[in-house]
């Protein structure tokens, strides 16, 4: 498949680690976030969401925080696979945007054996 | 179950020519929303259509347009193909018109795209 992104930040990371991947977001009225993994050659897939009345959600292995004093969104991924190997990106929504999405830069995620 | 499905897969366009693509929802999804993704870069928001109606457009210019049909699929046109169009096109389907409405699973899930190359 071809690679989705060349220029990305990498975060290179020892299989079993746990990794911390950050994104900062610049509106304030944004109530809704999404963290999506994105396989080369494949679209986005859908990970984890919170809303903005919440400051932490967990999933099976992924942790999402959300501070919104500083506008900032983590994803935690405990026990990282190689199958977590991918570019991930986080989106923000809110009610005015309707169903529109607007994505972070990325960040490639490379998991070492 | 199916899960979101475009078409074309990979097109490869000459400058000036125009191009459709296709999109087909997951069954009951009634929002269509499509992104331009270019190499290194976050998807961009290009149109978003629930119950055949657009609802939401980005910054793009004219020569881009959309519609929904009937049955909730969607195609995405673009006219005069310039080389900076060249990118992953993106359809993402979901239940609500709003992402993250409270008491839906209103997630958009996003098909594999098409590859379009402008050359």
């Known amino acids: 498949g071809e690679s989705v992104g060349l220029h990305l930040p990498t975060l290179s990371v020892q299989e079993g680690d746990n990794s911390i991947i950050n994104c900062a977001y610049s509106?304030?009225?944004?109530?809704?976030f999404i963290w999506y993994k994105q396989e080369s050659g494949k679209g986005p897939q859908f990970i984890i969401d919170?809303?903005?009345?919440?400051d932490k959600r967990q999933g099976q292995r992924v942790t999402v925080l959300l501070n919104k004093t500083v506008k900032h969104l983590s994803l935690q991924i405990a026990a990282t696979q190689p199958g977590d190997s991918a570019v991930y990106f986080c989106a923000e929504n809110n009610e005015a945007a309707g169903n529109k999405l607007t994505f972070g830069g990325g960040t490639r995620v490379l998991v070492k054996p | 179950d199916a899960g979101v499905t475009q078409s074309p897969t990979h097109l490869i366009k000459t400058r000036g020519q125009h191009v459709t693509l296709r999109c087909s929802p997951i069954?009951?999804?009634?929002?269509v929303s499509w992104y331009q993704q270019v190499l290194g870069q976050g998807p961009q928001f290009i149109f978003q259509?629930?119950?055949?109606?657009?609802?939401g457009r980005g910054n793009f210019p004219d020569r881009f347009s959309a519609r929904q049909f009937p049955n909730y699929s969607s195609e995405l046109n673009v006219n005069a193909l310039l080389l900076g169009d060249s990118a992953l096109y993106l359809c993402a389907s979901s239940l609500a018109w709003r992402q993250g409405a409270l008491g839906l699973n209103t997630e958009a899930f996003f098909g594999q795209g098409t590859r379009l190359t402008v050359v």
């Open positions: 259509y629930y119950e055949k109606e657009e609802r």
């Open positions: 069954s009951g999804h009634k929002s």
């Open positions: 509106n304030s009225a944004s109530d809704y």
């Open positions: 919170i809303r903005s009345n919440m």
